[in-house]
């Protein structure tokens, strides 16, 4: 039987550029494209496919692929800063449920948030 899930993603853009985004983050995680993800009720697991360390609003080196999980609404609390840099990936597949592989997209524009849990950095 057919199940809910998103199927296309995206978080509209901000104002903010990438440089002013990264502005004043002491120390942080730049996380880039992604390898995968899931939800259980609020709860929300998702897989980088690249991570570099932030060091004084500057992207510095490169580190092992990240995860980053939360509560959904409480991340989205947490977004502080949304860029104006919105782009498409050329997305993937959902296999929620063993219906698999349904196409799904997602965008986003460069966003920061403040106080989310990251493993494996």
Not at 11 to 40: C, F, H, S
Not at 46 to 56: D, K, P, V
Request: hydrophobic share 35%; charged share 15%; glycine share 16%.
């Amino acid at each position: 039987p057919p199940i809910v899930r998103m199927t296309n993603t995206i978080i509209e853009p901000g104002e903010a550029t990438l440089d002013d985004l990264l502005e004043g983050v002491k120390e942080g995680v730049y996380v880039r494209n992604w390898y995968g993800g899931m939800t259980q009720h609020e709860m929300f697991t998702f897989s980088s496919g690249e991570a570099y360390m932030i060091r004084n609003g500057e992207i510095q080196e490169a580190v092992r692929p990240v995860m980053l999980t939360g509560n959904l609404f409480e991340t989205l609390e947490n977004l502080d800063g949304i860029g104006n840099d919105l782009g498409m990936n050329q997305g993937g597949g959902c296999g929620k449920g063993g219906q698999s592989p349904l196409p799904v997209s997602n965008g986003s524009p460069h966003i920061r948030i403040q106080n989310c849990l990251i493993s494996g950095a």
